[in-house]
């Protein structure tokens, strides 16, 4: 059980080195995009809560 444990370790490790980790610029811009795309969302969701509370308020109360 533990070399198997061990054994796992050493090859993540391995496969850890292969991984083409990202430039600090290309995390900064996709970080950046994916905040901008989230902060959008937000505001649309939000302004159709607004209409659909107007709707509400002006045909149903």
């Known amino acids: ?3 198997r444990l061990i054994a796992y ?3 993540s490790k391995r496969e850890m080195v292969k991984v083409n ?3 600090r610029r290309e995390t900064f ?3 950046a995009i994916v905040i901008g795309i989230s902060l959008g969302v937000a505001a649309f969701l939000g302004a159709l ?3 659909f509370q107007f ?3 002006t045909f149903v109360l």
């Open 49 to 51: 809560d607004v209409f």
């Open 9 to 11: 370790i050493k090859e």
């Open 29 to 31: 811009i996709s970080t």
């Open 1 to 3: 059980m533990l070399s």
């Open 55 to 57: 709707l509400l308020r």
């Open 21 to 23: 980790w990202p430039t």
